[in-house]
């Protein structure tokens, strides 16, 4: 299927666990990002990444890492899932720096 | 610090009637101010993309408006229907290359 596409779409885990939440888009896009939407909160930015092999930390960085040996994906990895990290998670990519952004359909996780 | 917001944060309105969505932003150095919709346990769909040289831009029932210079933008639904229920939210670029969001406005069109 074109466009970006996320899994799991839900997900619970226990507390303490490694947790890999997938994201592959089909347009090549050069940018990818990972928010995580909370009530209160809004969304907030995780780790995004410009090109291939190369990322960078947004707001809410710790606890989380990533990767992109590919254009096309851009994994996120809960190393020791905690419950303050039950949210929905968003994967988005842009074809260059400031244009538009296109979403995936979220990752619903719940640790417990 | 870019802060977005959105007021009202909910809006019920019959159907038929235009919906008119408000977005501020403290600073009016952007690139672009974009427009999403999100569906109850969805992801952000985007509406449209209105450029910073743009003073509007049309999709069908949507017009969207930017001002810079006031740090405005608004988003006109015309003869709204029930499906037009969801919440929009209105983001801009800053200058870490993330988007920094409103909260949204919840709207709710009643048949």
């Known amino acids: 299927d074109a466009g970006i596409t996320q899994s799991p779409r839900y997900k619970i885990t226990e507390t303490g666990r490694q947790v890999t939440l997938m994201c592959h888009q089909t347009w090549s896009h050069s940018y990818m990002f990972w928010y995580r939407q909370d009530l209160g909160h809004g969304l907030r930015l995780i780790y995004y990444s410009a090109a291939a092999d190369i990322t960078d930390k947004g707001e809410v960085p710790d606890g989380y890492v990533v990767s992109r040996s590919k254009t096309e994906n851009f994994p996120l990895t809960l190393e020791s899932a905690t419950r303050s990290q039950t949210s929905v998670y968003f994967c988005?990519?842009?074809?260059?720096?400031?244009?538009?952004?296109?979403f995936g359909q979220g990752t619903r996780l719940t640790v417990v | 610090k870019q802060e977005v917001t959105q007021i009202p944060a909910a809006l019920s309105v019959p159907e038929g009637e235009n919906l008119v969505l408000n977005c501020s932003f403290t600073?009016?150095?952007?690139?672009?101010l974009q427009w999403f919709r999100q569906d109850p346990g969805k992801g952000l769909t985007s509406l449209l993309l209105?450029?910073?040289?743009?003073r509007e831009q049309t999709s069908g029932r949507l017009n969207a408006s930017l001002d810079k210079s006031s740090g405005r933008s608004t988003l006109y639904i015309a003869a709204s229907q029930p499906g037009d229920s969801a919440t929009y939210l209105c983001?801009?670029?800053?200058?870490?290359?993330?988007?920094?969001f409103g909260a949204g406005t919840t709207v709710t069109v009643r048949a």
């Open positions: 209105i450029q910073s040289s743009q």
């Open positions: 983001a801009v670029p800053a200058n870490d290359y993330k988007l920094s």
């Open positions: 988005a990519s842009e074809s260059r720096s400031n244009t538009e952004a296109f």
């Open positions: 600073d009016s150095a952007i690139y672009n």
